[in-house]
């Protein structure tokens, strides 16, 4: 029997976003597919249960109108999963104020305009799930990306206090974690960071990009990451995190010493 459940989207013009929405749509759900773009994007054509809205995550304005949209034309919104994001990379020294300020602009405070504008909905309701796709590099720490981490920790300090005042209203909330997965990710959505004349990390940044190149291309296919957002979005089991493709170094950070998580990092990525 197919479902009057709606799911939104943002970011799903590729990737993990773009998959998760053909997942949910051939479970029979209606999916608000969200970009900064839509008109660029075939999306809607992979099947009638989508429809496509613009939306930027940083743009207040933006995800006001596309939240009261998708409400109007669905009728309500059951799950969020807030999956837009990026990742700068490269030596913090190197990195302006203003591509960081960027990078919080999405990761983090992105999660937050779009979560503000869907609470009221979901309160009214007195149902809703809120899924927040974080990263195993907001467990785990990883070299040239001091930026993303930061933006990925903070989401999940973000998601695991918000999970406290949001139960009392039946509002669950979710951390995706994945590893490395094959998507627009490590090209298009990849911001590097250089500064001219800048040379004191040139021999590290040498030994580590190579080890970086070599997990990306060994990263998982996006579909194991919509399964995990699936789950979230429907289980009953009350768990916070999900991990599709958790790896030693993350399963290590949890059971080990923080010190010696950091060597295997360390070692694992030739940082010395
Ligand atoms: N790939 C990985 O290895 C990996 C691992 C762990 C976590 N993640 C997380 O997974 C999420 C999705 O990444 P992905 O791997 O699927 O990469 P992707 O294919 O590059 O998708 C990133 C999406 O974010 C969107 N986006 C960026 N800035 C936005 C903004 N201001 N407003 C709305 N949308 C915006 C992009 O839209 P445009 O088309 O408009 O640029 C794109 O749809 C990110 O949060 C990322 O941090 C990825």
Redesign the pocket.
């Known amino acids: 029997m197919p479902s009057e459940k709606t799911v939104l989207i ?8 773009r998959v998760t929405a053909e997942f949910f749509a051939a479970k029979g759900w209606n999916v608000a597919a969200t ?3 839509p008109e660029k994007s075939d999306l809607a054509s992979k099947s009638d249960r989508i429809k496509l809205f613009k ?4 743009d207040q304005v933006s995800v006001d109108r596309a939240v009261q949209d998708v409400i109007g034309h669905f009728g309500g919104i059951d799950v969020l999963v807030n ?5 700068l990379l490269g030596p913090f020294e190197a990195q302006t104020d203003e591509q960081i300020r960027r990078q919080f602009e ?2 983090v405070f ?1 999660v937050m305009n779009v979560t503000r504008a869907v609470l009221p909905h979901m309160r009214e309701r007195k149902q809703g799930r809120i899924v927040n ?5 907001g467990r785990l720490t990883l070299p040239l990306y001091s930026m993303y981490c930061a933006t ?1 920790w903070a989401l999940e300090g973000f998601s695991e206090s918000l999970w406290f005042e949001l139960r009392q209203h039946n509002i669950k909330v979710k951390i995706i974690e ?4 094959k ?4 090209e ?2 990849r911001e590097v960071a250089t500064k001219e004349g800048l040379t004191a990390y040139d021999e590290f940044v040498s030994l580590v990009m190579p080890n970086l190149k070599a997990w990306e291309d060994a ?1 998982a296919e ?1 579909v194991v990451v919509a399964r995990s957002i699936w789950r979230a979005s429907t289980s009953f089991w009350p768990r916070l995190r999900y991990q599709p493709n958790a790896t030693l170094s993350v399963w290590a950070r949890g059971w080990v010493p923080g010190h010696l998580s950091v060597r295997l990092v360390r070692r694992l990525f030739n940082a010395w």
């Not at 943002?10 to 976003?17: D, L, P, R």
């Not at 939306?55 to 940083?58: C, F, H, P, Q, W």
């Not at 999956?83 to 990742?87: K, T, V």
């Open positions: 943002t970011g799903a013009s590729t990737g993990i976003g970009m900064r773009s939306l930027d995550v940083t999956n837009a994001g990026y990742g999405t990761n992105g796709v974080g990263s195993a590099a990925k994945p590893g490395m997965i998507t627009d990710f490590f298009r959505s990263g996006p």
